[in-house]
């Protein structure tokens, strides 16, 4: 199994810019690329981005759209998430998943190896 480790969560203020950061431990033969999810407190975990291992097909949740970007560095196995305008309801954890799948419409039950997480808070 894919060993993913998330970094770069932090405290922000609203409209700052944070850079999180996801390191694969190795890319399987079936793996398709990278994911971000979110989970605020007392909600469901929420889809964030996307993105294949090539780093020509992106997909974004509808929330971060415009805001965020997702890109991928296959020669280190690594995918970034570029969250800029950042507001208050961006604040939680935010996990790296790993994909088999390429679909428009990710849910959790798409990704077979998860990260352990970083906070990210936008304070007001």
């Known amino acids: 199994q894919v060993k993913l480790v998330e970094s770069g969560g932090g405290l922000v203020q609203n409209g700052g810019s944070l850079r999180l950061s996801c390191a694969a431990s190795a890319r399987t033969f079936s793996s398709y690329g990278l994911g971000w999810f979110r989970q605020a407190p007392g909600e469901e975990r929420e889809f964030v981005a996307a993105?294949?291992?090539?780093?020509?097909?992106?997909y974004y949740g509808d929330p971060v759209k415009g805001r965020f970007t997702i890109s991928a560095d296959s020669a280190k196995n690594t995918v970034y998430l570029q969250m800029n305008s950042l507001k208050p309801e961006d604040t939680a954890v935010y996990y790296c998943a790993e994909t088999q799948y390429d679909t428009s419409r990710y849910t959790q039950s798409d990704f077979r190896s998860w990260g352990r997480g970083t906070q990210v808070t936008v304070s007001p």
């Open positions: 993105i294949s291992w090539s780093g020509r097909t992106t």
